[in-house]
């Protein structure tokens, strides 16, 4: 079969591999959607997850499909059913520096008895959208670690899939009052499809003036400062996160989900005296389940921009190495 593999900084290749065989505790998944992830993007530039390594990396962890095989030792899979891959589930680290990749026809999933690897999604969810499971985790977890309530304000940097997923997770569990703030205006259109009360453009003067006017001031020391109660940084402009430190009101807090691969300062003064609350977030609830609950109510295809077949991978990766071309980028290795 054909599997999308890294063999350096920026090779990327199709290579002919064999037809996955399950040991006696593993699962064979026919690979129905794999989105493009942001970190698919920096892994080609760097040549592996950190690196390039002795091996090929193969991509892919971002997926929905059907079980086709299951070893003698694997209970509560069979054969037909519809799944969704947590990709770090039982160490595999599945299209993060794991022997194994979902961009691909067929995906060997290891130690998948073990549970915690693949989950049961309804016959009714269509597997595009239960692809967004694990972008929509990540969303989600920035939501979590932010601590938002039902009635905070609320300002999400950058409207890529991960800020989109962020914005959905707000408004799905009733939070009103949220801004969404990018450069593409597609983006920004998908962000107001999936909830978001108003969307700034970051290329415009005046931003925080238009924070300022959606969620009011709160005085600091004599000076207005914005009213949201909380930010989530899923841009990766990295000078964002000064600019909230400066901008916040005090006890507010600020999530940060977007990669950061340099340094970023802190002024640890204004963290200080405005009592500001920074919490990193990655990968996903502990319950993986929540995703796959969430997409069964509501209906998230606004995210999805485009669909490439395996053959046109190299054309995907252009579009999702733009961010003004729109959202989530699938591959449907089997359409």
């Given at each position: 079969?054909?599997?999308?593999n890294?063999?350096?900084?920026?090779?990327?290749?199709?290579?002919?591999?064999?037809?996955?065989?399950?040991?006696?505790?593993?699962?064979i998944?026919?690979?129905?959607?794999?989105?493009?992830?942001?970190?698919?993007?920096?892994?080609?530039?760097?040549?592996?997850?950190?690196?390039?390594?002795?091996?090929?990396t193969?991509?892919?962890?971002?997926?929905?499909?059907?079980?086709e095989?299951?070893?003698?030792?694997?209970?509560?899979?069979?054969?037909?059913?519809?799944?969704v891959l947590?990709?770090?589930?039982?160490?595999?680290?599945i299209?993060?520096?794991g022997?194994?990749?979902?961009?691909?026809?067929?995906?060997?999933?290891?130690?998948?008895?073990?549970?915690?690897?693949?989950?049961?999604?309804?016959?009714?969810?269509?597997?595009?959208?239960?692809?967004?499971?694990?972008?929509?985790?990540?969303?989600m977890?920035?939501?979590?670690?932010?601590?938002?309530?039902?009635?905070d304000?609320?300002?999400?940097?950058?409207?890529?899939?991960?800020?989109?997923?962020?914005?959905?997770?707000?408004?799905?569990?009733?939070?009103?009052?949220?801004?969404?703030?990018?450069?593409?205006?597609?983006?920004?259109?998908i962000?107001?499809?999936l909830?978001?009360?108003?969307?700034?453009?970051?290329?415009?003067?005046?931003?925080?003036?238009?924070?300022?006017e959606?969620?009011?001031?709160?005085?600091?020391?004599?000076?207005?400062?914005?009213?949201?109660?909380?930010?989530?940084?899923?841009?990766?402009?990295?000078?964002?996160i000064?600019?909230?430190?400066?901008?916040?009101?005090?006890?507010?807090?600020?999530?940060?989900?977007?990669?950061?691969?340099?340094?970023?300062?802190?002024?640890?003064?204004?963290?200080?005296?405005?009592?500001l609350?920074?919490?990193g977030?990655?990968?996903?609830?502990e319950?993986?389940?929540?995703?796959?609950?969430?997409?069964?109510?509501?209906?998230?295809?606004?995210?999805?921009?485009h669909?490439?077949?395996?053959?046109?991978?190299?054309?995907?990766?252009?579009?999702?190495?733009?961010?003004?071309?729109?959202?989530?980028?699938?591959?449907?290795?089997?359409?």
């Amino acid at each position: 079969m054909q599997q999308v593999n890294l063999h350096g900084p920026g090779d990327v290749r199709i290579d002919e591999v064999p037809d996955p065989t399950p040991g006696p505790r593993d699962a064979i998944v026919r690979v129905e959607a794999c989105g493009i992830c942001g970190s698919d993007l920096g892994y080609i530039k760097l040549g592996g997850v950190a690196g390039p390594g002795p091996q090929p990396t193969p991509l892919g962890h971002e997926l929905s499909g059907v079980v086709e095989a299951v070893g003698a030792e694997v209970a509560g899979l069979a054969p037909g059913q519809r799944v969704v891959l947590n990709p770090l589930g039982a160490g595999n680290h599945i299209g993060n520096g794991g022997s194994e990749g979902g961009f691909a026809a067929r995906l060997l999933v290891r130690n998948a008895g073990q549970g915690g690897s693949l989950f049961p999604i309804p016959d009714a969810l269509p597997f595009d959208q239960a692809a967004l499971a694990e972008p929509l985790g990540v969303g989600m977890q920035a939501v979590n670690r932010a601590r938002v309530t039902v009635k905070d304000k609320v300002v999400v940097f950058g409207a890529g899939p991960i800020g989109l997923a962020a914005t959905a997770t707000l408004h799905y569990r009733g939070v009103e009052d949220v801004v969404v703030v990018d450069l593409s205006p597609r983006r920004l259109a998908i962000a107001q499809a999936l909830g978001a009360r108003e969307v700034l453009h970051a290329g415009h003067d005046g931003v925080w003036t238009a924070i300022r006017e959606l969620h009011g001031t709160v005085p600091v020391l004599g000076a207005p400062m914005a009213g949201s109660d909380v930010y989530i940084e899923a841009s990766g402009h990295s000078p964002l996160i000064g600019e909230v430190l400066g901008q916040a009101k005090s006890e507010a807090r600020l999530a940060v989900v977007a990669l950061h691969r340099e340094p970023v300062a802190v002024n640890m003064l204004l963290l200080m005296m405005k009592q500001l609350s920074i919490a990193g977030s990655m990968a996903y609830p502990e319950d993986y389940s929540e995703m796959v609950q969430m997409l069964g109510e509501v209906d998230l295809s606004a995210m999805i921009t485009h669909r490439f077949p395996l053959a046109r991978f190299e054309e995907a990766l252009s579009v999702a190495r733009d961010p003004s071309a729109g959202g989530k980028v699938l591959i449907e290795p089997n359409a």
